[in-house]
């Protein structure tokens, strides 16, 4: 059974970095997507970032130039650097795994952003 496993979080001034990372547990047969979704107090849950089986990504625009996604791909481990962090980027951030056959949820992260 595979399980993703965030880690990274906790608490940043404004203008700090946090990088976060998950690691899956298990094989997981032919990733096609691996993304970070966020989800803050009374707000429905949102892509930060995604990346694709090619190395592709795509970003919020809220967080363009800011967040930086990667993967690694034989340990299946995903990170998102997150620089110049805004009390706009707290929220509890949740890996996600999609392949042809099963979809994925970490347990999250809290990341907190104040002063």
């Known amino acids: 059974q595979v399980q993703l496993v965030e880690s990274g979080g906790g608490l940043v001034q404004p203008g700090g970095s946090l990088r976060l990372s998950c690691a899956a547990s298990?094989?997981?047969?032919?990733?096609?997507?691996m993304g970070w979704y966020r989800q803050a107090p009374g707000k429905e849950r949102e892509l930060v970032a995604g990346i694709n089986s090619v190395g592709s990504t795509n970003y919020a625009d809220s967080v363009k130039g800011r967040f930086t996604i990667s993967r690694e791909n034989p340990k299946n481990t995903l990170y998102l650097q997150m620089n110049s962090l805004k009390s706009e980027d707290t929220a509890i951030y949740y890996c996600y795994v999609q392949s042809p056959l099963a979809r994925y949820w970490g347990q999250g992260t809290q990341v907190t952003v104040s002063s």
């Open positions: 298990g094989s997981i047969f032919r990733v096609a997507f």
